[in-house]
């Protein structure tokens, strides 16, 4: 902490800014939560994968354990697939709310990167301490943080209010165990969760004819094809009192949509905000892709 507030007194510094760092880290989430997924709903859906004590595991350090039972022993193949249903559900939950921690901590970074370019411009306000509008920041949720980038830097990424409400959905899973309460509901009495679906066609030059591109892998095309990219509008709507339930497809075109737009749309906003401010990267190595 101390090193942190040097910087902020130093009269000269050189900040700088390695975007492929920037871009990797903003990435390690969606890696994350897609590696974490498959890997919990793989297990959770072998058929011969049936060990739940805590016994079985061996010591890390290689020390002898008391036995503590929390279940008996050989629990009928039954009951532990209904754990098994529930632990898959719990892993996609997990997968959905750590996918979005580490876009809020991508998030402090851009704001701590802006927040020296405007002091480095002399653009903050006298009164304004540097270290406690960041402190401050790091502490709100996406939402308040979307928000203090627009207002603050206009800093405003194209997707904001879809990873908002994407948000708002881990809200629900993290203090009501997914439980959506009518506070979170619109005026209508509903809550809303949306997000763009990505999908690649391909399109008959000729016919016309429109066939996924994962239907054609390995197959012949009967004419000249032109390959598209369509998008589409996903939309889930709750009730108050139901519970958030992500289908597995849900949840692997939002890894989608956060890799592919909501990551890229927010780097595109930072990079729009240093050249409004005439800031111009000595790389040319800025592209949100």
């Known amino acids: 902490m101390r090193a ?12 700088h800014i390695d975007f492929d ?16 997924m498959g890997l919990g709903l793989n297990a959770a859906h072998r ?6 004590e805590l016994s079985k595991i061996p010591s890390s350090s290689g020390e002898r354990r008391f036995p503590i039972q929390f279940f008996p022993e050989a629990l009928p193949a039954e009951r532990v697939n209904y754990f098994k249903a529930e632990f898959a559900r719990w892993i996609q939950d997990c997968c959905l709310c750590d996918l979005l921690e580490h876009h809020a901590l991508f998030l402090d970074k851009i704001h701590l ?3 020296v370019v405007y002091r480095s411009l002399g653009k903050l306000v006298e009164k304004d301490d540097p270290e406690k ?5 790091r502490h709100e949720g996406i939402p308040g943080k979307h928000k203090s980038l627009h207002e603050r830097f206009g800093i405003d ?22 439980v959506v309460l009518p506070k979170r509901c619109d005026a209508s009495g509903k809550f809303v969760l949306r997000w763009p679906k990505f999908t690649f066609i391909g399109i008959g030059n000729e016919t016309g004819k429109e066939t996924p591109l994962a ?5 012949r095309t009967t004419e000249e094809t032109t390959i598209a990219l369509r998008v589409e509008q996903r939309e889930t709507t709750y009730k108050p009192g139901e519970r958030i339930e992500a289908r597995t497809e849900d949840l692997e075109e939002v890894f989608h949509f956060f890799a592919g737009w909501a990551i890229p749309s927010t780097l595109t906003a930072f990079v729009d905000f240093l050249a409004a401010n005439g800031i111009k990267p000595e790389s040319a190595n800025t592209s949100p892709a």
């Open 113 to 115: 990167h802006a927040l």
């Open 133 to 137: 509008l960041h402190n401050k920041f």
């Open 157 to 178: 990424p194209t997707h904001s209010a879809t990873i908002d409400q994407l948000y708002e959905a881990r809200n629900a899973l993290t203090h009501d165990f997914g």
């Open 47 to 52: 058929e011969d994968f049936l060990d739940y």
């Open 215 to 219: 239907a054609m892998i390995g197959e």
């Open 21 to 36: 760092k920037l871009k990797d880290f903003a990435h390690v989430g969606v890696r994350r939560a897609v590696i974490f």
């Open 4 to 15: 942190w507030r040097e910087n902020w007194t130093m009269t000269k510094q050189t900040h």
